[in-house]
């Protein structure tokens, strides 16, 4: 089982930035594509971005698009996640997560095999 160990995440202001890391276990980290998902009290687990396997493919869930940027460097197995212009919206716990079908782009977190511990955003207004 690959195992994803996330950092980065913190107390930032409305308007500033962070950036989310997550490292992979194993060898063949390029195979994966790998998402961000976040998650408020109460609610359920949002989909954020999603970057295919060898980072030729991404897709932004609409609140995030034209903030946040997801890439990869797969020579460290890590997956990044640039939040900028952040929000108080935004204050939720983060997870990446990834799937063993690199090629294919997924939204949903049931389409997920691995996931992070998760790391806490925290936005303050």
């Known amino acids: 089982q690959v195992q994803l160990v996330e950092s980065g995440g913190g107390l930032v202001q409305a308007g500033g930035s962070l950036r989310l890391s997550c490292t992979a276990s194993?060898?063949?980290?390029?195979?994966?594509?790998m998402g961000w998902f976040r998650q408020t009290p109460g609610k359920e687990r949002e989909f954020v971005a999603v970057?295919?396997?060898?980072?030729?493919?991404?897709y932004y869930a609409d609140s995030v698009k034209g903030r946040f940027t997801i890439y990869r460097d797969n020579a460290k197995n890590t997956v990044y996640l640039q939040m900028n212009s952040l929000k108080p919206e935004d204050t939720a716990v983060y997870y990446c997560?990834?799937?063993?079908?690199?090629?294919?782009?997924?939204?949903?977190?049931?389409?997920?095999?691995?996931w992070g511990q998760g790391t806490q955003v925290t936005v303050s207004s």
């Open positions: 997560a990834g799937t063993y079908s690199g090629s294919r782009i997924y939204h949903f977190d049931n389409q997920y095999d691995f």
């Open positions: 194993g060898r063949t980290f390029g195979s994966y594509a």
């Open positions: 970057i295919s396997g060898n980072g030729g493919a991404t």
